[in-house]
């Protein structure tokens, strides 16, 4: 048989029917299966799977595999409650889909007019979703490459590094700022060791007059500041840093102010008055993929200037320039980010948020937070669980009361083992002090539009459950 990568005319039909077929029935078992798969699974599938290169294809049988693939997944399950987490949401599925058939190369309006297009709508529906109408912006691969690219625009505004190479300077962000920060320090040759990590109060908010303390600190040794990292949604429990006063404090010391709400900024649609000073910031990033529900991948960066994106990013050889002009046709994301070749993010996001409307998202993101409290208020009901941090979004961090840090570990092991609920983890300290020195919780975050008030009560039966089986 001759090979060739074309398909006949009904191929792609059949193995996208096929394809389909999987998805749905996957999607169907999501509130039986497992909310991890078991260890052995994983390890079974690379022995499965572990074939030779295939010289010659097998067709549509090629997707025989996929099935077992599913199986051995951490399933998007109603009762999946780890890290910070999006629970994919189906209709974005079917977008990215389409994305890839479409194929486009969104580097500028020039190569991808229609999803060039697409893609600066959906910024300024994001923009304005959190109440921060006006911004331009990209989408990213996630929160992580955001926060680097508002990084290097804080850099360039104020310590310019292009042409010259990166002069030392100093950045401020809380003790719990996501590790992300202190990796855009380090790619962008400012140093971790000029993150100054600022100390937290008992909420695990960043402590404004610490803050201005240390900024006055850096000054006077003469040590040149350029910009502060306010969090919107830390990681360990969600706190939310004073936004406020930090922007007031930032503007005093002409210093660029990005706001890391990876994880919580898009709660604003559902809550906009906890995010009053967000619309303050210079740069903004937000994870659609987690908080939209979008599946992987979909983060986004938010700019208040363009020209700041541009002063960081531009320098594109003349063989991808734009033979246009005008803010249309001449409009050129290669400019403006890293990134020259990049896929149709915001097809997924503007096909999920037109099929079904801003107002579903807004109901779900209230259910979330609603899930957190209802959970908080179990723990603080149940003598033999302790709550070891304030629930500010969607985070529940606790412990099995009156165990050590080993026996809560083992507890949590448990938990993932018995397949029922999955949780993660984060080290809390007791004070809000963040000095490394933090006991060991279980943590629960609400992140998943699938999630019924069962899947919250399930929680704690399954902590109970696990403490019993592995009390000593
Ligand atoms: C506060 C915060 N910032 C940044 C990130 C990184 O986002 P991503 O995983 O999309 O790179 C996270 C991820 O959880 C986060 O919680």
């Known amino acids: 048989m001759p090979m ?65 693939l599913f199986d051995s997944s951490r399933p998007n399950s109603p009762r999946f409650f780890a890290y910070v987490m999006g629970s994919g949401e189906p209709v974005a599925a079917a977008g990215d889909l389409l994305a890839s058939v479409l194929n486009q190369n969104v580097t500028s309006w020039r190569s991808a007019p229609a999803a060039a297009t697409i893609e600066r709508l959906v910024i300024g529906w994001l923009g304005e979703a959190i109440g921060c109408p006006g911004f331009s912006g990209s989408l990213t691969g996630g929160g992580s490459a955001a926060n680097l690219m508002a990084l290097a625009m804080a850099r360039e505004s104020r310590a310019p590094a292009n042409t010259g190479g990166a002069q030392p300077a100093v950045v401020y962000c809380s003790a719990e700022a996501h590790m992300s920060i202190a990796k855009a320090m380090a790619l962008l040759g400012l140093g971790r060791g000029n993150l100054r990590s600022i100390p937290v109060d008992a909420q695990f908010r960043m402590e404004p007059a610490a803050l201005e303390e240390a900024i006055r600190e850096d000054g006077s040794a003469g040590r040149r500041a350029i910009a502060v990292i306010a969090t919107a949604g830390t990681v360990n429990t ?33 809550d906009a008055e906890r995010f009053a000073g967000m ?43 734009s033979l246009y002009d005008g803010a249309v046709e001449g409009f050129e994301f290669f400019e403006e980010s890293p990134e020259l070749s990049r896929r149709f993010r915001a097809l997924k996001l503007w096909l999920s948020l037109r099929y079904h409307g801003l107002g579903a998202f807004r ?52 938990v993932i083992e018995r397949g029922r609920v999955y949780l993660s983890n984060a080290t809390i300290a007791s004070r809000g002090v963040s000095n490394g020195d933090g006991r060991f919780a279980l943590r629960a975050c609400f992140m998943n539009h699938r999630t019924k008030n069962e899947d919250v009560t399930a929680v704690v039966e399954e902590v109970l459950a696990a403490a019993e089986e592995t009390g000593a």
Not at 240 to 266: F, K, M, N, S, T
Not at 375 to 390: T, W, Y
């Open 4 to 68: 060739s990568l074309d398909l006949a005319a009904d191929e792609f039909r059949r193995l996208a029917a096929e394809a389909v077929r999987i998805a749905a029935e996957y999607l169907e078992s999501l509130p039986s299966r497992p909310s991890f798969p078991p260890h052995l699974a994983g390890r079974e599938l690379a022995a499965a799977l572990g074939e030779p290169l295939p010289e010659a294809g097998c067709g549509v049988a090629a997707l025989d595999a996929v099935a077992r």
């Open 238 to 270: 969600g706190a939310l840093d004073p936004l406020i006063e930090i922007a007031a404090i930032a503007r005093r010391h002409d210093l660029w102010l990005h706001v890391d709400g990876a994880y919580g900024a898009l709660a604003a649609i559902a």
């Open 279 to 321: 619309a303050q910031a210079d740069s903004i990033t937000l994870d659609p993929h987690k908080w939209l529900y979008q599946p992987l991948d979909c983060g986004c960066v938010l700019y208040r200037d363009p020209a700041a994106a541009r002063a960081a990013f531009a320098g594109t050889g003349d063989y991808a320039r």
């Open 363 to 414: 109901e779900a993101i209230v259910r979330d937070l609603q899930h957190a409290q209802d959970l908080a208020g179990m723990v603080d009901a149940e003598p033999a669980l302790e709550r070891v941090a304030p629930v500010e979004l969607s985070t529940v961090c606790f412990r099995y009361a009156g165990a050590d840090d080993d026996r809560n570990r083992a507890i949590l092991r448990r």
